[in-house]
């Protein structure tokens, strides 16, 4: 890309992070480094693909965005809703495709050497051409695949509809904000956020024509069946990886939820959340009891547990005390029940591990799928 345009094009995307307070300091740092690393390839399409999915990102994330922020709570224990992104969420969205835009400009200029120092003719094209370079399959369907997530998961929970747990075999309802949950409203926004991304490619891309058939570099002109088919595979390729990230965070990402108010407490920036279950705070709390009472009796009874009393003056125990409809109840941290609990999945991933590994295997599976289509081999992704 011409640095004419990539370096006002990256500082005014860095400026509009600034001012609209879309990332974190380290972020915009991040997101400028990122934007450079799109900017080497001679292309466009790499920097416009991001510049749109940031665009689009950014404004999806604003859409009703109090209303979002009553829908969740905060880790820290304000209300919900996305605030600015951090350097980690911008690796996880994009550090992929930077990776293939590296590669693939390397590989453009392997083949421009073969020419001008070599006087050889290279097998792939300057263009693209149908059956052409599967790197930048891999770079349009990244794209496709977090744009498609992040479109889910910002427009999916202002359904009317509850989410579903898609990794549930009943395809239970959870709260709203749950990872795994999926609506058919979720689902759309996903298709249109891949949509926006392969309409972005369309035009950007330099599809061989008429103008570079039997040039050197050159390649045959594409066939409005050809684009079709290329359109339709990415944008549906995309959505499935809003959908592949809701069974990955389903599966390996804990959602909590706040007790009292049933709500999911999101992490900022995207980090684990902690919880505790109720048989781990009621061990834990008698045997605290159990420990305080043996400093008393110098030793004696360490492991002796108070007995709870089941005398009529404790007879509201059995209720729920976060019964909302108790106006008269008491409120506990701790004591009797945990504030915030696990709703699915387990705590192997947090969501910016979710979000890289969608990415990354969309990216990969886009170009092993393609490569099949094409009858490309593998080991020709680099081949001049």
Not at 67 to 92: D, I, M
Not at 203 to 208: K, R
Not at 234 to 258: E, M, N, P, T, Y
Not at 315 to 326: E, I, K, L, N, V
């Amino acid at each position: 890309m011409k640095a004419i345009i990539a370096v006002p094009a990256t500082l005014a995307l860095v400026y509009r992070a600034y001012s609209h307070n879309s990332l974190t300091p380290l972020g915009i740092l991040t997101a400028a480094l990122t934007a450079a690393a799109h900017a080497v390839h001679p292309w466009n399409l790499p920097f416009v693909l991001l510049c749109v999915f940031f665009l689009a990102g950014t404004r999806v994330t604003k859409i009703k965005a109090d209303v979002k922020a009553g829908l969740t709570l905060s880790s820290q224990g304000s209300g919900g809703g996305e605030g600015p992104r951090t350097h980690v969420q911008v690796l996880a969205n994009s550090l992929m495709a930077s990776i293939l835009s590296l590669l693939h400009a390397y590989q453009l200029r392997l083949r421009r050497d073969a020419i001008v120092a070599h006087g050889e003719v290279p097998e792939g094209s300057f263009c693209y051409s149908w059956g052409g370079d599967l790197l930048v399959v891999g770079i349009i369907a990244n794209y496709a695949a977090v744009c498609a997530d992040t479109f889910s998961s910002e427009l999916g929970i202002l359904s009317r509809s509850s989410p579903r747990l898609i990794t549930s075999f009943t395809l239970r309802k959870v709260p709203r904000g749950t990872n795994g949950g999926v609506t058919i409203w979720g689902l759309v926004a996903g298709l249109i956020g891949s949509m926006i991304i392969v309409a972005a490619s369309l035009v950007f891309l330099p599809l061989c024509g008429e103008d570079t058939k039997g040039k050197v570099g050159g390649g045959d002109t594409w066939t409005i069946s050809q684009k079709a088919t290329l359109a339709w595979g990415l944008c549906i390729w995309g959505a499935l990886g809003s959908v592949l990230d809701s069974f990955l965070g389903g599966w390996l990402q804990k959602s909590v939820r706040d007790v009292r108010s049933g709500k999911i407490v999101e992490g900022d920036g995207g980090v684990r959340v902690l919880s505790a279950e109720p048989e781990q705070s009621h061990e834990r709390h008698d045997k605290a009891m159990a420990d305080a009472k043996a400093r008393l009796l110098h030793g004696e009874g360490s492991q002796a547990v108070e007995k709870q009393s089941t005398g009529s003056a404790n007879s509201s125990s059995t209720q729920d005390p976060y019964d909302p409809m108790d106006k008269h109840r008491s409120s506990h941290f701790g004591d009797l029940k945990p504030t915030r609990v696990t709703e699915s999945g387990f705590d192997l991933l947090d969501n910016n591990d979710v979000n890289f590994l969608m990415a990354f295997t969309m990216s990969i599976g886009g170009m092993v799928l393609a490569g099949w289509y094409w009858g490309v081999p593998l080991e020709n992704i680099l081949k001049a």
